[in-house]
């Protein structure tokens, strides 16, 4: 007698690593990150499931963060963490698989505004 075949309709929900979490948070802490928000978005968007939203107070600041980030996630067992716009530090965008970090300088951040945009409840906008 054959045995079933597994369920595979309903998608595999995941929830973002609690630990990974708790080591960028704690890594922007150490590096005197400014008004950091962190986003949970598991279902939102099939890039990630968590965000995270910092600022730098200058283009110093901010690759300095982000270079502190991927020294830390590096020494976690993170390999090669994707880091985008290092060379200007107005916007670096840390890409550590489950956690999205984005820092900003001030003025970049009140502009693009995303810690909104990805806190929206997308059920109750009607989207």
């Not at 079933?4 to 995941?14: C, E």
């Not at 099939?46 to 600022?55: A, Q």
């Not at 270079?67 to 840390?94: F, I, T, Y």
Request: hydrophobic share 40%.
């Amino acid at each position: 007698m054959a045995s079933p075949a597994p369920n595979t309709s309903a998608p595999a929900t995941t929830t973002p690593d609690p630990d990974m979490i708790a080591l960028v948070l704690n890594c922007l802490e150490e590096a005197k990150a400014e008004q950091t928000v962190s986003i949970d978005i598991t279902g939102k968007s099939s890039l990630t499931d968590h965000m995270v939203v910092t600022s730098g107070r200058s283009n110093r600041h901010v690759s300095a963060v982000a270079d502190q980030l991927v020294k830390v996630l590096r020494e976690s067992g993170m390999s090669k963490p994707r880091v985008e716009g290092l060379p200007h530090a107005d916007w670096v965008l840390v890409d550590a698989g489950d956690v999205i970090v984005h820092i900003f300088r001030p003025e970049v951040r009140e502009f693009y505004n995303i810690e909104k945009m990805w806190s929206v409840d997308f059920a109750e906008s009607g989207n």
